[in-house]
């Protein structure tokens, strides 16, 4: 019988590319989504939909029942949301749901379905970003969620490792998907404006942070490189810790950054902001 994998944030973007791309190598595919309307699209591709929010622990347990049966081989934990903008006029709720969503959703995703997973000796690939190795200003809450997740994906795979259960952390760079589109529009929503005085800065970050949203969202690397990734983390026989998914100019940087002195980092990160 063919090995079921269950992708979180199935719904487009990565997830969908990942879960396409398993449902074509033959796994049965889950994909985890929040509305009807995408499991229908998920069908046409081969993917069984499960209605399945990651903040919503009943909706967990019923996605677990649902595979108890069967079993799971693998969980893609890649439901994400991008929160971002300058920290000062970040609301704390909007903070919050970036570590709801993609570091509190991911751990309860994976202690949902642990039980199934170390019956199959399986895997778990969480999905976290470039933002989780260096943090860019106006990425703040996006970028703490990430390096949370960094954390999170070291202490689980030792952890899990008598069990036979591998922990997998994918970090990609941009990739073009909607999640930066998704975001502009919901900074617009939650941003606080800026206090007196503030204004010619907050305006140029703002500014910056558009346009560098829509560059990543027109030159990112397309999802199924992401998908690839996923692929062989769940396919070869001795997993990496980490697959770093990026162009290679970008994957050197982010490299180089973590590298250099606190003090040169900031300059040239400072540049890169205009300020
Ligand atoms: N795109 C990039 O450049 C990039 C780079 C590095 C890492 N990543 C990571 O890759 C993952 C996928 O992002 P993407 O770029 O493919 O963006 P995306 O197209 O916006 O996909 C995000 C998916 O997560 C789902 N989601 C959000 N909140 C959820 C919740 N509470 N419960 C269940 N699902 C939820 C969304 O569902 P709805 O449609 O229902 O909102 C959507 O299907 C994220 O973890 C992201 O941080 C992306």
Do not use: C
Not at 9 to 30: D, E, N
Not at 203 to 230: D, F, K, M
Request: without cysteine; hydrophobic residues 45%.
């Amino acid at each position: 019988m063919a090995r079921a994998v269950l992708v979180t944030g199935a719904g487009s973007g990565i997830g969908l590319a990942t879960a396409h791309l398993l449902a074509q190598r033959g796994y049965r595919v889950y994909g985890g989504v929040r509305r009807e309307e995408d499991g229908v699209r998920l069908r046409g591709l081969g993917v069984e939909p499960l209605l399945l929010d990651v903040t919503r622990e009943e909706d967990l347990l019923r996605a677990r029942e649902a595979l108890a049966e069967e079993g799971l081989y693998a969980l893609v934990a890649n439901a994400g949301v991008a929160v971002a903008g300058p920290l000062e006029l970040v609301p704390l709720p909007a903070f919050r749901e970036a570590l709801e969503v993609n570091v509190l959703g991911a751990f309860a995703s994976v202690k949902a379905f642990l039980p199934l997973l170390r019956r199959s000796q399986g895997r778990v690939v969480l999905m976290g970003s470039v933002s989780g190795l260096v943090a860019l200003p106006l990425m703040g809450p996006y970028a703490a969620s990430k390096f949370a997740l960094e954390a999170l994906a070291d202490a689980l795979r030792v952890e899990l490792l008598p069990f036979g259960v591998r922990v997998v952390l994918v970090e990609p760079g941009s990739v073009a998907t909607p999640i930066w589109e998704r975001s502009l529009r919901r900074a617009e929503g939650y941003l606080e404006p800026p206090p007196p005085g503030t204004e010619g800065v907050y305006g140029r970050y703002l500014e910056t942070a558009r346009r560098l949203a829509q560059r990543s969202a027109q030159r990112g690397l397309p999802p199924e490189r992401v998908a690839q990734a996923v692929r062989e983390a769940l396919e070869t026989p001795h997993p990496k810790a980490r697959y770093l998914v990026a162009h290679p100019a970008r994957a050197r940087e982010t490299l180089l950054l973590r590298l250099l002195p606190p003090g040169l980092r900031d300059r040239l990160v400072a540049r890169f902001l205009g300020a």
